[in-house]
């Protein structure tokens, strides 16, 4: 799988080693080092090494293989910093609130009472909205 890459790009930088990284672990289509603002001791991040923005453009194999080094960064963190859990957060967006438009997983260690807002209300749904959008989704699906 050839690498697009973007000149401007800060992920990209780091693939290319013009910009060092706390790196982790590295293959042919990823790489995983440590995150610079971490939200916890242990945040990290499984990357493309391609300049794929977002999840509905990047190769899926390429997708797969970040999945699959994040579950190895993963295992390490769960086995070695014994944290509460562990999130795996994939950004799509700025509105999804992605700030490095290059395809990456954050796998972020939860602690007790660390206040990272990512838990959200149980609220029933509406039934009818929920089929509504199910049935067109579906029809995106099955074509
Ligand atoms: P996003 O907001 O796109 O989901 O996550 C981007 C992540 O990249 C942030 O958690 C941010 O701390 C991290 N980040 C941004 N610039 C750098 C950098 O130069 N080096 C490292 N290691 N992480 C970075
Ligand atoms: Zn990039």
């Not at 797969?64 to 967006?93: D, H, M, Y």
């Amino acid at each position: 799988m050839s690498h697009p890459t973007d000149s401007t790009c800060i992920f990209c930088k780091i693939v290319a080693g013009q910009i060092p990284c706390f790196k982790l672990l590295e293959d042919v289509d990823t790489i995983a080092f440590m995150d610079i603002n971490p939200v916890n001791p242990g945040h990290a991040l499984s990357v493309a090494k391609g300049h794929w923005p977002t999840v509905d453009v990047i190769p899926p194999d390429v997708l797969a293989a970040v999945a699959r080094t994040a579950q190895k960064v993963a295992k390490a963190v769960i086995s070695e910093l014994e944290p509460n859990g562990v999130n795996l957060l994939q950004a799509n967006g700025a509105g999804a609130g992605q700030s490095v438009p290059h395809l990456h997983v954050h796998i972020m260690p939860r602690r007790p009472n660390d206040g990272v807002a990512l838990n959200w209300e149980y609220k029933p749904g509406d039934r009818a909205e929920i089929e509504a959008i199910y049935k067109k989704l579906k029809v995106a699906l099955s074509s």
